[in-house]
């Protein structure tokens, strides 16, 4: 796309896409590299340790994960401008919930609710949107809307642990509160006119394989579905693990915290090129021939970050895992998209939220009864390399099998 048809490209679409980035940066405050900055403050606030820590958060999460099924099937049946402002209201009060909670009984609620409406819906609506609205130009418009993620995951930590220095972490929530409320105004003003009204879906949706519309069940019973399990499962899981311990991977490597953060912004600006390089990609090629091989390189990335004790090691290492994190914000649900048509992407796309939403519940806990019994996160690092290359045997053989059907 030449410079002049991506600016004409953007102002055409600018209010829609706009939503998408809204969306995606305000799911932030229910992300894990937003809420880990918090751990020692919140393990501290209730005498809880690594394992426990990790057995909270993974106890909210997978609770998350499973109400998503339902709820991700919302965005087949109610317009984002409607649903929008529900999940955005919903996190600003999650938020301010977590500022405000001194029970140790309900931190496991709140992180419920944040890992749901900010993880979970905010980031699925963004998603179903940007697969239903665009066909042609579906990969670049993951890709713009999915900056909106790229920026909190670069700015916030920084922001946020800087100020940690000057404000009490439970104002910092508050804040957090104030800015996804301010953004429900401007959610409802770019969505004054949604671009493919929920009336007009079945006449706008596109075909998947076989030159038929999958409903939910139909992909549950579809081999190529279970072939992809692993790979939407891991790099949730594994990743959300390194920022749920970045405080003490930090101190285990004997860095201090913000010098580790201090590399996010460049993971960050390495995900932003991998995210348009792969929105670019799937819309010549499709995801068929791409989705086999993008998690090689965060294969890579945990292992140099097993084994490097240096800062400029891990710079290495987040670069590599910025190449998979990028791709991996555009391509899944435009494969999803591809294979199995979008006339019911929401409720399809809801079932791979929810195994993502899990994926995140089980790294943090995993890991953390791991670094419990023992094994450092050098060793589990190593060993989480391997796994992805095992996924990406999975989704070779899973993808060959289907490809014949598109």
Same mark, same amino acid.
């Given at each position: 796309?030449?410079?002049?048809? !991506?600016?004409? %490209? ?9 939503? #998408? ?15 880990? /900055? ?18 909270? %958060? ?24 409607? !649903? ?8 600003? !009060?999650?938020? !301010? ?53 790229? /920026? ?25 509160? $104030?800015?996804?409320?301010?953004? *429900? ?53 594994? *990743? ?28 960050? #600006? ?19 021939? /791409? ?9 890579? $990335? ?8 240096? /800062? ?55 890991? $953390?009864?791991?670094?419990?019994? #023992? ?32």
């Amino acid at each position: 796309m030449t410079r002049f048809k !991506l600016r004409r %490209y953007l102002l055409d679409n600018a209010t829609w896409l706009g939503a #998408g980035v809204l969306l995606t940066f305000l799911s932030s405050f229910g992300q894990t590299f937003f809420i880990s /900055i918090f751990a020692g403050e919140i393990r501290a606030e209730f005498g809880l340790g690594h394992g426990a820590w990790g057995g909270l %958060y993974t106890l909210g999460t997978t609770l998350s994960a499973i109400v998503m099924i339902w709820a991700g099937g919302l965005t087949d049946i109610f317009r984002v401008r409607m !649903l929008g402002p529900v999940v955005l209201t919903g996190l600003s !009060l999650a938020a !301010l919930a977590m500022a405000l909670n001194t029970w140790l009984l309900l931190l496991p609620v709140v992180i419920f609710l944040l890992r749901l409406l900010g993880q979970g819906m905010s980031t699925h609506l963004a998603a179903v949107a940007m697969a239903r609205w665009f066909t042609v130009t579906r990969g670049k418009a993951l890709s713009i809307a999915s900056i909106g993620y790229a /920026i909190g995951e670069a700015l916030l930590p920084l922001i946020f642990v800087a100020a940690m220095v000057y404000m009490d972490w439970r104002w910092l929530w508050v804040v957090a509160a $104030g800015m996804t409320a301010l953004g *429900i105004p401007v959610l409802m003003r770019l969505l004054r006119e949604e671009r493919t009204p929920q009336s007009l879906a079945s006449k706008s949706s596109a075909i998947g394989m076989q030159g038929r519309h999958w409903s939910r069940r139909d992909a549950l019973f579809d081999p190529l579905f279970w072939f992809m399990v692993p790979a939407v499962l891991a790099p949730s899981a594994f *990743i959300t693990a390194f920022f749920f311990h970045q405080v003490y991977f930090a101190e285990v490597k004997g860095w201090q915290h913000i010098q580790l953060v201090a590399l996010f912004p460049i993971f960050t #600006g390495v995900s932003l090129l991998s995210m348009f390089a792969a929105g670019w990609a799937l819309d010549k090629w499709g995801t068929a021939r /791409i989705m086999p091989y993008y998690q090689l390189p965060m294969a890579v $990335g945990f292992v140099v970050l097993g084994m490097t004790e240096s /800062i400029s090691g891990a710079t290495v290492g987040l670069v590599f895992l910025g190449l998979t994190v990028g791709a991996n914000s555009t391509l899944p649900s435009a494969f999803w998209a591809e294979f199995y048509g979008t006339r019911h992407i929401g409720a399809i796309k809801a079932l791979a939220a929810a195994v993502m939403v899990l994926g995140s519940a089980i790294g943090p806990g995993l890991t $953390g009864v791991l670094i419990d019994l #023992g094994f450092s996160l050098s060793i589990q690092f190593f060993w989480i390399g391997l796994f992805f290359v095992l996924v990406c045997a999975l989704v070779w053989v899973g993808v060959s099998r289907a490809r014949r059907d598109l």
